[in-house]
T-cell receptor
């Protein structure tokens, strides 16, 4: 099983619908991230959380919200989806603050969202 | 806005050649630098990270960092068709509340042809 699991892997929805993407991890990392990937734009940070009580906006947080339900769970919500939110979404954890402490991000397999 | 720029692609090299991927960053205070490889439809996977000026080698891969020039590169020696992927450069500014947050470049598509 993957250390960072995202659900759903694929989702097609309609404009105006509320969508939740879920992420769970078994790596024991405190730090979790949501990134969005669009062709030619690399990965852009939506939200990040350094622990359950610490949630921060990234560079493109408008139209999104998050919930850190536990150390292992970090969900991304689109309250009212719009077509330009069609993208590939990645959840990631980081080993900052652990004995390894390299700063490496460990990614989930991605959630492909299409908003019609 | 902190920026990370990668050389425009796509980059095409013959099998066995050296592929050179380049990345510049705008924040002089950046502390650590990462190269990820991403196959089409898959998640990024770490190839190398580098913290100090100079070269770091791991098998066929060499990362080069020049903080004065705000430049980091990745060399792939003896390129193989299996190296064909998108390569992402990522930078961590390592300060304050942003500590541990990576900023990514737009990626360079590499194709290694037989």
């Amino acid at each position: 099983d993957a250390d960072v699991t995202q659900t759903p892997r694929n989702r097609i929805t309609k404009t105006g619908k509320r969508i939740m993407l879920e992420c769970s991890q078994t790596k024991g990392h405190d730090r979790m991230y949501w990134y969005r990937q669009d062709p030619g734009l690399g990965l852009r940070l939506i939200y990040y959380s350094f622990d359950v009580k610490d949630i921060n906006k990234g560079e493109i947080s408008d139209g999104y919200s998050v919930s850190r339900q536990a150390q292992a769970k970090f969900s991304l919500s689109l309250e009212s989806a719009i077509p330009n939110q069609t993208a590939l979404y990645f959840c990631a954890t980081s080993d900052w603050g652990t004995p390894a402490n390299t700063g490496e991000l460990f990614f989930g397999e991605g959630s492909r969202l299409t908003v019609l | 806005q902190k920026e990370v720029e990668q050389n425009s692609g796509p980059l095409s090299v013959p099998e066995g050649a050296i592929a050179s991927l380049n990345c510049t960053y705008s924040d002089r205070g950046s502390q650590s630098f990462f190269w990820y490889r991403q196959y089409s439809g898959k998640s990024p996977e770490l190839i190398m990270f580098i913290y100090s000026n100079g070269d770091k080698e791991d098998g066929r891969f060499t990362a080069q960092l020049n903080k004065a020039s705000q430049y980091v590169s990745l060399l792939i020696r003896d390129s193989q068709p299996s190296d064909s992927a998108t390569y992402l450069c990522a930078v961590n500014d390592g300060r304050g509340t942003s500590y541990g947050k990576l900023t990514f470049g737009q990626g360079t598509i590499l194709t290694v042809h037989p």
